[in-house]
């Protein structure tokens, strides 16, 4: 059993609480899913439960957590890794060797284990989590859900009562995470093995939970699953739509969720206000593409028009983020054409705006507001127009901030700032939603919207299939460095079983959003 | 992807990058520096692939270039000696005024020439050869050390990969390499970021190793693998210890073979065929995998 009792921690050299005054119960064998906003303590608390807080980071901690009898005050990280195995979110940083069998052997080489325990658990976990083939491959060249399998391994190896993770699926696309969270609940299952997991995506991970811990401001509530998520704006669309409608159980997955969709009425002769795109402004034909002589782009074609956005998706590898370095101009492909009309080769750096996934690599300034500036005064441009960005961005309240002391979702917001305004006709994003909570995922997707109702045009690479739902006029699936598809999103998405949204799974049609459900079905639905 | 066909121990690895690595220190002959130059680039693109970070080292390799170009310009406009005068920059000028030569050119290429070397060698080192298998086999005492080699080899292409992430995002924007040379905001455009994100990474790690029971134990284990020696290995250690011994003679023998000064008056590298032969006993790891 995992226990927090009275438990309020703050970090070094600052006045405010990260946690607040936590009490809460865990159960052996309970599958807890920890929710909240960015900043809301979530991977604080879980780094109670390892003792990585307060030992690794110090600060001031107050009240006791026990972990399978032992108080995490008492006992190092070390002495508790055999009681808590943890995973982290990026699957790469936390890997001290290159290659799997090392790194599967590195915790049970530190305990002292002798050589044939060692050799005897590697086994055990390469089998337990069907990675056997990947023992003597390079980490760095193993797709990201390989990586979070080994990391979960590593922590498994140690043979732990509870395994913890920060956000292990965030990177991943929608087939990998599936597969890394049936592996957590085969874990659950069979070995009664206590997870405590964070994620923002919950759509992907509700229904594996059986209870959940909300924080909100450094305070938690801990409750089963649907009484935390009845209670809560911060929900996937099934149980948005389910609280909307009354469903009683409340539903966690699709299969559950048909047993009311069925029953409603829905008008389907409803004409979507779908926007209407302007004219072209990217053009990219033929493109070819080679890494060390390994084709990444097989001869694409693909187009942008004013006031479109379009969503690349497709799994992990398939050349998402090359074809966009592509179509930036970072990279200069082997064959075919791009026609970049209204950004105009001449000046692609000012008139395509690029947002890399981790948006911390723009951030540089002292404040948001410099931030913002700098892009102007590097080239030479009068910087009025800061104030109005940072209005859009809405941000204003936070001009004076240094950037980096932001959430995830506003350090997005001041990177896309920072390259909009320029002006560029063209935005491109590498997975935007990494990282965000929901309440910042909405910002977002209102932000592309006014944008491409401005006329420019968006490019995302994305896994979040509920991203491109909200906001996706197009999607492009790629698959193995070739266009599967190029199709009006509703379209792309109604008719692909691994990149539907959650809403069409239930109701199938064109139907994509919480609101299109708003909108098609009759009132007499509504709670 | 890894091509088991190709694949040597480490230990070969090793010996094979030493003896590189020996050569070019001690070679100040542009021409037989440019052989082993040739060499390596072989030896790299044969077997290139084996890591996502591979790529990372060409770009690492014109940074060296990059510097090689600084050591030739101020080697040229500091060191006003040499016979052959390109041009003259009025001694009124503080430190660069003087004769510019051809031959303060040619010592700063010879030079960088050194320099590219080596960082190719280290190219070729992170690209064949399997550290954690080296690792292995050091004596328990000395795990550690062995541990935090593992780290720095992993971070550096980690930190590379990151600068090229950020060096793009920033060249979208409109920030390049030489505005972030011209003034303050340009460089921490750069540095700010890329030191940042050095930082977390470096957390995540050290909170991944303490996960892990790192430090928990004085005598921690370490798992020993026993070594595959092939026909391949074998080849490759007898050449590259051959090429040594033929080296060490000829620089004791005949030490002008390998030096060269550009210095009072500009001549051309002197070259003997039979020694350029020599050095292709290091392309015998190409010549085993084809």
């Known amino acids: 059993m995992i226990r927090f009792e009275r438990v309020t921690y703050s970090y070094p050299d600052t006045r405010s609480l990260a946690i607040k005054d936590i009490d809460l119960k865990i159960d052996d064998g309970a599958f807890v899913l920890v929710i909240g906003d960015s900043g809301s303590g979530k991977s604080t608390l879980l780094r109670c439960v390892n003792g990585l807080i307060p030992h690794f980071y110090g600060g001031r901690f107050i009240g006791d957590v026990t972990v399978v009898g032992s108080n995490t005050k008492h006992e190092t990280v070390a002495g508790l890794s055999r009681k808590t195995g943890f995973v982290f979110q990026d699957a790469t940083s936390q890997a001290v060797n290159k290659k799997v069998e090392d790194e599967l052997a590195f915790g049970l080489e530190n305990l002292g284990l002798p050589p044939v325990t060692i050799r005897k658990r590697i086994e055990e976990i390469l089998d337990q989590l069907g990675i056997s083939s990947l023992r003597n491959r390079d980490i760095t060249m193993l797709s990201g859900g390989e990586r979070q399998k080994i990391a979960i391994g590593c922590a498994l190896a140690m043979q732990p009562d509870t395994l913890v993770l920060d956000e292990p699926t965030s990177e991943l696309d929608p087939n990998s995470a599936e597969e890394i969270l049936s592996v957590l609940q085969k874990l659950n299952h069979d070995l009664g093995l206590t997870i405590i997991i964070s994620e923002h995506r919950l759509e992907r991970v509700v229904q594996y939970a059986d209870s959940a811990i909300y924080l909100e401001e450094g305070m938690a509530v801990h409750g089963s699953i649907r009484d935390i998520l009845k209670d809560i704006d911060l929900t996937p669309p099934l149980v948005t739509l389910a609280k909307s409608f009354g469903w009683d159980p409340m539903p966690l997955s699709v299969k559950d969720g048909r047993r009311f969709s069925k029953n409603m009425e829905m008008r389907h002769d409803i004409q979507f206000d779908d926007r209407q795109a302007g004219p072209v402004i990217l053009d990219a034909r033929g493109l070819r593409f080679s890494y060390n002589g390994n084709e990444v782009l097989k001869g694409l074609d693909i187009t942008l028009r004013a006031g479109e956005i379009v969503a690349l998706m497709g799994r992990n590898g398939t050349g998402k983020t090359t074809l966009l370095r592509n179509l930036c101009g970072l990279l200069d492909p082997d064959s075919g054409s791009i026609d970049r009309n209204a950004a105009g080769d001449t000046d692609k750096h000012a008139l395509i705006g690029y947002v890399p996934q981790r948006p911390s690599s723009l951030l540089f300034a002292e404040t948001v507001k410099d931030e913002l500036k700098a892009s102007l005064e590097l080239h030479k441009r009068d910087t009025s127009p800061v104030d109005d960005m940072l209005d859009d961005i809405h941000l204003t309240g936070k001009a004076d901030i240094y950037p980096r002391d932001l959430s995830l979702g506003e350090q997005q917001r001041v990177a896309i700032g920072s390259v909009m305004v320029l002006k560029p006709e063209l935005l491109i994003m590498d997975e935007p939603t990494h990282g965000l909570d929901y309440h910042n995922k909405e910002l977002l997707v209102a932000l592309l919207k006014e944008l491409a109702g401005r006329g420019k045009g968006v490019i995302l690479a994305t896994h979040d299939v509920e991203l491109a739902a909200q906001c996706a006029d197009r999607v492009v699936l790629l698959a193995e460095g070739t266009i599967v598809i190029d199709a009006p999103a509703r379209e792309v998405l109604s008719e692909s079983m691994l990149f539907s949204p959650q809403v069409n799974k239930l109701f199938g049609g064109n139907v994509m959003t919480v609101d299109d459900v708003m909108s098609s079905s009759s009132k007499g639905n509504r709670k | ?290």
Request: a positive charge; glycine letters at 6%.
């Open chain 2, 1 to 290: 992807m890894v091509n088991n066909k190709k694949d040597m121990n480490a230990v070969t690895w090793l010996i094979y990058c030493a003896v590189a690595a020996f050569i070019a220190v001690m070679t100040r002959n542009p021409l037989y520096l440019v052989i082993l130059l040739l060499i390596l680039w072989a030896v790299f693109k044969t077997f290139e692939g084996r890591s996502a970070t591979d790529g990372i080292w060409s770009s690492f390799i014109r940074l060296g270039v990059g510097f090689m170009a600084i050591s030739i310009v101020f080697n040229a406009m500091t060191a006003h000696y040499g016979r052959t005068v390109i041009f003259r920059i009025p001694v009124s000028f503080p430190v660069i005024g003087g004769s510019i030569t051809a031959e303060a050119v040619a010592y700063g290429l010879a030079y960088g020439l050194v320099f590219i070397s080596m960082v190719s060698v280290f190219a070729v080192f992170n690209t064949v050869i399997d550290l954690s298998s080296v690792l292995r086999l050091v004596p328990g005492f000395m795990r550690q050390s062995a541990i935090l080699m593992s780290i720095t080899f992993n971070f550096i292409p980690q930190t590379l990969y990151a600068a090229t992430e950020i060096k793009e995002a920033q060249k979208m924007r409109g920030y390049t390499m030489k505005s972030s040379l011209r003034d303050i905001a340009g460089t921490a455009s750069l540095f700010v970021p890329l030191i940042i994100t050095g930082l977390e990474k470096s957390c995540t790690l050290a909170e991944s190793m303490e996960s892990r029971a790192y430090g928990s134990t004085a005598k921690a284990t370490v798992i020993r693998r026993p070594l595959d020696w092939t026909l391949r290995d074998i080849l490759t250690v007898a050449s590259s210890l051959i090429f040594a011994m033929v080296f060490i003679y000829i620089k004791v023998s005949h030490p002008s073979v390998f030096a060269y000064s550009p210095y009072p008056q500009l001549a051309a590298p002197g070259f003997d065929p039979l020694t350029g032969m020599a050095f292709l006993l290091m392309l015998v790891p190409v010549v085993m995998s084809l």
